[in-house]
């Protein structure tokens, strides 16, 4: 009888050391180890290390971002994804700059203070149109803007850097190459890197973040997406399962692991410290608790939908997208909900990059 408890004791010593050998010198093969354990106890210990560095780097606040996709349309055909070019199925739209800013205008009524302003990649989107909406939002709101329309020369993204844009969301999705390439007809993982240099070099607070359950892909491949964002020094990272869309490659692909997701999420928090990261629509798509689940883990964002009522479903990235039906002012009540429900609130700032501490 007295056994089994020891080997529990030095399981869990293990367990802690490794944690703590992450926390200080994350190594990939470590981190692959962690992501293995899919054992409730192990995983909790996991979700609990992880809680403590977020509580520690960026308190207890839950930030807000609300987001506004103003166009469905794209050029690429990620096999992910919903928006690609080849689903014929899709009825595409795009928002006028009017939409736009009545949104926004919603948006901010409830006090938030960043939008983020999301598209397809697409051909169509014109970078002076899109820096006059910048313009007009800086002019007429005290908001932080965020944007994420993917790979643009970098011309444009110094017209909307100086058009007062303060953010930029461009996810690699994999760090492994080969699997990037296998996945995104006609792109280059060459020119994402170089895009999210040219980012960075242009003083954006920069996010990315990737997609686990993705076919061939391998715990060390997420390991060493972990290790990327530390080494990008990132001030966002968005992780979320993979889900199926009938109208793309992976159709007939299971959705991603939502335990893994959850310890992707944790072990990012404790390797990348005060990033901040979002717990994502699309894990509370899978299961409503999941969003706060993810909040548990090491999540500090939440992002409500702004998009209007009549286009929502239309930005059908994967199916099942959770809050398609709800006003977005319910949302942020519901979220408000759910931060005291585990003892947070809701941090009605800016949210900007923080500093990057040295201390451990
Ligand atoms: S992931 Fe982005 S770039 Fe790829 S098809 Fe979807 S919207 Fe387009």
Not at 32 to 56: C, G, N, P, T
Not at 134 to 141: A, N, P, V
Request: glycine letters at 6%.
């Amino acid at each position: 009888m007295a056994f089994w408890p020891i080997v529990i004791v030095k399981m869990r010593e293990k367990l802690e050391n490794i944690l703590e050998k992450v926390y200080l010198k994350p190594e990939q093969a470590d981190i692959a180890y962690l992501l293995s354990l899919d054992d409730s106890r192990q995983q909790e210990e996991i979700f609990v290390f992880a809680d403590k560095v977020r509580k520690k780097f960026v308190g207890d606040g839950i930030l807000l971002r609300g987001i506004i996709e103003f166009s469905n349309h794209c050029r690429n055909s990620c096999f992910y994804c919903g928006l690609n070019k080849n689903n014929r199925k899709l009825q595409r739209y795009r928002l006028t700059q009017e939409e736009i800013l009545r949104s926004v205008k919603f948006l901010a009524e409830q006090k938030i203070k960043t939008v983020v302003l999301q598209s397809g990649e697409e051909d169509g989107l014109d970078s002076f149109w899109l820096a006059e909406v910048i313009s007009r939002i800086k002019r007429e709101f005290d908001l932080a803007i965020t944007l994420c329309v993917g790979e643009r020369p970098q011309d444009d993204y110094k017209l909307w850097k100086n058009s007062g844009a303060d953010r930029y969301l461009l996810k690699i999705e994999t760090t492994n190459e080969k699997l990037y390439t296998s996945l995104h007809p006609q792109m280059s993982f060459a020119n994402r890197l170089k895009c999210l240099k040219g980012l960075c070099d242009l003083g954006f607070q920069v996010g990315s973040g990737n997609i686990i359950g993705l076919k061939n892909q391998t715990l060390a491949d997420i390991a060493q997406d972990i290790i990327f964002f530390k080494s990008q020094d990132l001030d966002m990272i968005g992780i979320g399962p993979f889900i199926p869309h009938s109208q793309t490659e992976l159709s007939g692909h299971g959705h991603g692991d939502v335990g893994l997701t959850l310890r992707t999420l944790a072990l990012t928090r404790i390797v990348c410290r005060n990033a901040h990261i979002p717990a994502t629509t699309a894990l509370a798509s899978l299961n409503k608790d999941y969003r706060l689940q993810g909040l548990r883990a090491g999540a500090n964002v939440l992002m409500p939908n702004f998009t209007p009522m009549d286009y929502k479903e239309l930005y059908e990235i994967y199916p099942g997208k959770k809050c398609l039906t709800e006003f977005a002012d319910t949302c942020v009540s519901c979220m408000a909900q759910k931060a005291t429900a585990i003892n947070r609130y809701i941090d009605y700032s800016r949210g900007d990059a923080l500093e990057k501490k040295v201390e451990v």
